[in-house]
C-alpha cells in the first residue's frame, strides 16, 4: 500500500496554489452558453449516495444550483437562436 507523506496534502494545496489563474471547463461551457457537464460530475455522487443512503447535502446542493443554470444556458441559447432566424 501507498503511503502518503505527513505533509501531503499541505504540499498539494501549496502547489495549486502556485498556479495561475484558471477557468474550469465547466465554467468555460456556462460563458459559451454550452451544456454543462453537472449531471456527470455532480449528480453521479448525489445518486450514488441516494442508493447507499449516505447523506450528500454540499453536492445535492451544487447539482440543484448547476441544474438551474443549465437549465438557462438551454433556454438562452433557445431564444437566441430563434431570434437570429
Given amino acids: 500500500a501507498y503511503e502518503f507523506a505527513p505533509n501531503h496534502l499541505?504540499?498539494?494545496i501549496e502547489g495549486t496554489?502556485?498556479?495561475p489563474p484558471i477557468?474550469?471547463?465547466m465554467l468555460l461551457d456556462r460563458e459559451a452558453g454550452r451544456p454543462?457537464?453537472?449531471d456527470a460530475i455532480t449528480g453521479v455522487v448525489?445518486?450514488?449516495?441516494?442508493?447507499?443512503?449516505?447523506?450528500t447535502p454540499v453536492n445535492e446542493l451544487i447539482y440543484?444550483?448547476?441544474k438551474?443554470?443549465?437549465?438557462?444556458?438551454?433556454?438562452?441559447?433557445?431564444?437566441?437562436a430563434a431570434t437570429s432566424k
Fill in 23 to 25: 477557468k474550469t471547463s
Fill in 10 to 12: 499541505e504540499m498539494l
Fill in 36 to 38: 454543462l457537464e453537472y
Fill in 46 to 55: 448525489v445518486r450514488r449516495g441516494r442508493k447507499l443512503n449516505i447523506p
Fill in 68 to 80: 438551474v443554470v443549465h437549465d438557462h444556458n438551454l433556454q438562452a441559447a433557445e431564444s437566441a
Fill in 64 to 66: 440543484a444550483t448547476l
Fill in 17 to 19: 496554489l502556485a498556479q
